[in-house]
């Protein structure tokens, strides 16, 4: 008899699946938040995150994954093969087709698993871009939570970009069409350009990755079911009104990051596929404060040797202090002929003067807090962005694909946190941008950088909005579980 009470006790425990896209950007805000709800949930959520066999791997590798089972009650991993080859495509260009290629060979995977999974999963928290989480949980009649990755502005284009098309303001006619405003997507008329849309709108109003999109994030807004953004109110406030009169279950509970750390008192542990490098931080440590420019460009962008020779001559020729991060294989030829030399300091890093390349991985989070730096060089993915934004550091945006385009777009025009330097690649052009972040108006941009660091670690704690709403989602959770 005190078995089966314990076994009732147990299984009157909400016990929640978070499933993440498995690439680095989405594995570690999911993994964040499914700490966060293990910390506030305090034993009374049971949260298994699920892992790609090959990504749990790395993760037990290159960062101290096992302390998270130890440090929260309840936590635990599930790993799982998901069908995809092991060295599974990472590259930006191909996420569409990794995307795809989940829903043909882990949705049956997935499938088996959430009906042997013990104790019964009483919710999914589904990663809202592969849409066969939430098909697959409401066939087994589980309920869903949807968490999207990206930026709010992002979702909201994509909600709306049938109406774009149908008013005629897509396909973009060309360069000199680049310029002109969209008008279809609500709250964003003043600054949304046919250039801040994402990539694939590009390609015309036909593009595969681009109607794959879209019907994910349709199929994600149903007002039924909670959507959870990894932002804070302050930082998107009026786009967030918006998708709430549509979405009133909307919980923003970012930035993920700094709530948990907050909520821990101390730096959470890490989530790197790779190695952390920390000569970045020693190397750091000689520097002057606010000196320093951090460049990188993330986790699956490749960039084209010729411009990465563009940046590498602009930077260097701005005079400035600047440490950049180059992720080992992110470089590929392009169109460029096989004997163009790559600078030898970029294939093999350098530190000298006032330079280090490194050609690796950096613990990011600890050099965007590292006194000495004062700008970052990013290609605006929107993890990267509420890291700079809540270390206070103001951005230059080189943005490559998905939601980055209206990232760098609403970090400059909007927060005026920085500068946009998208499709341009010019060295003349780093090197004049460089100069006005770091010493032209380096006051004006470190002013309202530390003013939006304030409210982003205010948000967080308790009383602020992105805590409460915590505490709101998981008396929903609780709700959904009963
Ligand atoms: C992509 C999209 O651009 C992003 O907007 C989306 O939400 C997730 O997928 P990614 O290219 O991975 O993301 O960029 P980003 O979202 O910025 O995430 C990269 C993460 O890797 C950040 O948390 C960053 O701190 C970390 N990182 C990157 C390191 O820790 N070290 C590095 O050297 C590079």
């Known amino acids: 008899a005190e078995a089966a009470k314990i076994d009732q006790q147990a299984s009157a425990i909400p016990h929640v699946l978070v499933f993440p896209l498995p690439v680095q950007g989405h594995i570690t805000s999911m993994l964040k938040l499914a700490e966060l709800l293990s910390l506030a949930g305090g034993g009374g959520i049971r949260v298994t995150f699920l892992n790609s066999d090959y990504n749990h791997k790395r993760l037990l590798q290159f960062s101290d994954a096992e302390s998270r089972s130890q440090n929260y009650p309840g936590f635990r991993f599930e790993t799982f093969d998901d069908g995809l080859p092991m060295d599974q495509l990472t590259k930006g260009e191909k996420v569409s087709e990794l995307l795809g290629e989940m829903d043909s060979k882990t949705r049956p995977v997935f499938k088996n698993l959430l009906v042997q999974i013990q104790p019964p999963v009483t919710c999914v928290i589904g990663d809202g871009s592969l849409g066969f989480i939430s098909d697959v949980s409401l066939e087994i009649g589980i309920p869903i939570i949807r968490f999207r990755t990206i930026s709010p502005c992002f979702f909201w284009i994509n909600f709306w970009l049938p109406e774009v098309i149908q008013a005629g303001e897509l396909p973009i006619i060309g360069e000199e069409d680049m310029e002109r405003l969209i008008t279809k997507v609500p709250g964003m008329e003043s600054f949304l350009r046919c250039r801040d849309l994402p990539g694939y709108c590009r390609a015309g109003t036909d593009d595969p990755t681009m109607i794959q999109v879209v019907k994910a994030t349709r199929e994600s807004s149903s007002p039924a079911y909670p959507l959870i953004l990894n932002t804070f109110d302050d930082l998107d406030g009026p786009i967030l009104a918006r998708i709430r009169q549509r979405l009133p279950k909307t919980y923003t509970i970012g930035p993920a990051h700094e709530h948990l750390q907050s909520r821990l008192g101390t730096a959470s542990s890490s989530s790197s596929l790779w190695k952390e490098e920390a000569s970045c931080l020693t190397w750091l440590d000689a520097q002057p404060p606010g000196s320093v420019l951090y460049v990188n460009f993330g ?40 004997d163009v030399q790559m600078p030898e300091e970029l294939v093999e890093g350098v530190e000298k003067g006032n330079l280090k390349v ?28 509420l890291e700079s934004i809540v270390a206070g550091v103001p951005m230059i945006c080189w943005p490559f694909f998905a939601d980055q385009q209206v990232n760098s777009r609403f970090v400059s025009e909007v927060l005026k946190l920085g500068l946009d330097m998208k499709d341009v690649c010019d060295r003349r052009v780093v090197a004049r941008m460089v100069n006005e972040l770091m010493v032209e108006r380096k006051e004006e941009f470190r002013r309202k950088a530390v003013e939006m660091a304030r409210m982003a670690k205010e948000s967080v704690e308790e009383g602020g909005s992105s805590y409460r709403n915590l505490e709101l989602l998981i008396e929903d959770i609780k709700l959904m579980s009963s």
């Open 299 to 338: 986790s699956i962008t490749m960039m084209r040797r010729d411009q990465v020779i563009e940046f590498w001559e602009g930077l260097t020729g701005s005079k400035n202090r600047f440490l950049w991060v180059i992720r080992p294989g992110s470089v590929c030829s392009g169109e460029m002929a096989d």
């Open 358 to 385: 490194l050609v690796g991985w950096a613990p990011q989070e600890a050099v965007l807090g590292h006194e000495a730096v004062g700008g970052f060089l990013t290609h605006s993915g929107w993890n990267s962005t």
